[in-house]
């Protein structure tokens, strides 16, 4: 059965559906089917053939309890199980509740209205194709460069990679904690995930975004005297359907207000309003969920490996 089926979207001519359709990638397997590999055959679940916990636990107190869950991920792992919870996992509750959440600040009304006229009243398909911002873990920007050494003794100079880190960490209110630090994920991830937090903790700065279909903006002041604000650009992909795993950083522009004193006026000042666009290569956000703080490779030193590449 393919993925298309199980989701049980009405078969309405639209767009959406093309492009979901699109994407899929078929199981391949399936064509060894009547060439040495046979299906088993189908059967009604007994009461015999239940685990313990299926017995105890009927499908609506399963559904309550996938209610509850706020990460959208462990629903996908249960619907791994067995097919009665694969068959729980696709309620539209459960996505209903998810998509509620990850488009909170569209408003309730915004959303139902999307869901009606783009995906064919269903929740489910909405969350896998339209585009939103993962809340169950950090974006992490890898980025590299090669800084000249000091001759020293020797009459060439020697260069040095320098490896650095851009996180985001998102909420579902509209603000994010943001951080510049040449240590890893694996060493910053318990101070990014502090809930309390003011704008004089070092090097974290706090911040507003805003997401139009797959386009993001972001916006933090740094704590000096110049009152510099800092606004960045982007949009967000997936490398499969539904993941938003990826943030493409289009523009990166700072503001400061700087006080110049005009020598020939009568002791009098004026403060001006400058904005540096900075176009340096900044490479792709990758997400990185929160069971793999410590194990993804985005940790890796410059020793292991010189350059990530997002994809």
């Given at each position: 059965?393919?993925?298309?089926?199980?989701?049980?979207?009405?078969?309405?001519?639209?767009?959406?559906?093309?492009?979901?359709?699109?994407?899929?990638?078929?199981?391949?397997?399936?064509?060894?089917?009547?060439?040495?590999?046979?299906?088993?055959?189908?059967?009604?679940?007994?009461?015999?053939?239940?685990?313990?916990?299926?017995?105890?636990?009927?499908e609506d107190l399963l559904l309550e309890v996938f209610l509850r869950s706020d990460n959208p991920a462990d629903i996908g792992r249960a619907a791994c199980c067995c097919r009665q919870w694969r068959?729980?996992?696709?309620?539209?509750?459960?996505?209903?509740?998810?998509?509620?959440?990850?488009?909170?600040?569209?408003?309730?009304?915004?959303?139902?209205?999307?869901?009606?006229?783009?995906?064919?009243?269903?929740?489910?398909?909405?969350?896998?194709?339209?585009?939103?911002?993962?809340?169950?873990?950090?974006?992490?920007?890898?980025?590299?460069?090669?800084?000249p050494g000091m001759a020293g003794w020797s009459y060439t100079a020697p260069v040095h990679l320098v490896v650095y880190y851009r996180y985001y960490l998102f909420r579902p209110e509209g603000s994010f904690v943001y951080k510049t630090s040449p240590h890893p994920l694996r060493q910053v991830y318990k101070e990014l995930l502090r809930t309390r937090r003011t704008r004089r903790d070092d090097?974290?700065?706090?911040?507003?975004?805003?997401?139009?279909?797959?386009?993001?903006?972001?916006?933090?002041?740094?704590?000096?005297?110049?009152?510099?604000?800092?606004?960045?650009?982007?949009?967000?992909?997936?490398?499969?359907?539904?993941?938003?795993?990826?943030?493409?950083?289009?523009?990166?522009?700072?503001?400061?207000?700087?006080?110049?004193?005009?020598?020939?006026?009568?002791?009098?000042?004026?403060?001006?309003?400058?904005?540096?666009?900075?176009?340096?290569?900044?490479?792709?956000?990758?997400?990185?969920?929160?069971?793999?703080?410590?194990?993804?490779?985005?940790?890796?030193?410059?020793?292991?490996?010189?350059?990530?590449?997002?994809?």
């Amino acid at each position: 059965m393919s993925v298309v089926q199980t989701l049980t979207i009405s078969p309405k001519d639209h767009s959406s559906y093309t492009c979901y359709k699109r994407f899929l990638q078929p199981r391949r397997w399936l064509t060894l089917y009547e060439e040495g590999v046979f299906a088993l055959q189908t059967r009604e679940l007994n009461e015999h053939s239940l685990s313990p916990i299926q017995k105890l636990l009927p499908e609506d107190l399963l559904l309550e309890v996938f209610l509850r869950s706020d990460n959208p991920a462990d629903i996908g792992r249960a619907a791994c199980c067995c097919r009665q919870w694969r068959r729980v996992c696709r309620s539209e509750a459960i996505w209903k509740h998810h998509s509620l959440v990850a488009w909170k600040l569209s408003g309730r009304k915004f959303n139902r209205t999307c869901v009606e006229e783009k995906y064919g009243g269903s929740w489910l398909a909405m969350w896998m194709l339209r585009p939103r911002l993962r809340l169950d873990g950090v974006y992490v920007s890898r980025n590299t460069y090669v800084k000249p050494g000091m001759a020293g003794w020797s009459y060439t100079a020697p260069v040095h990679l320098v490896v650095y880190y851009r996180y985001y960490l998102f909420r579902p209110e509209g603000s994010f904690v943001y951080k510049t630090s040449p240590h890893p994920l694996r060493q910053v991830y318990k101070e990014l995930l502090r809930t309390r937090r003011t704008r004089r903790d070092d090097h974290y700065y706090l911040g507003t975004w805003e997401l139009n279909e797959d386009k993001l903006s972001t916006v933090f002041c740094y704590d000096n005297k110049y009152s510099t604000e800092s606004r960045t650009e982007g949009s967000v992909r997936s490398t499969v359907p539904g993941a938003n795993n990826r943030i493409d950083v289009a523009r990166l522009a700072t503001t400061y207000e700087h006080g110049d004193r005009d020598i020939e006026a009568d002791g009098g000042g004026s403060t001006v309003h400058r904005e540096h666009m900075r176009r340096m290569h900044v490479s792709p956000y990758v997400f990185v969920p929160a069971h793999e703080f410590d194990t993804h490779a985005i940790n890796n030193p410059v020793e292991v490996m010189d350059y990530y590449d997002p994809g």
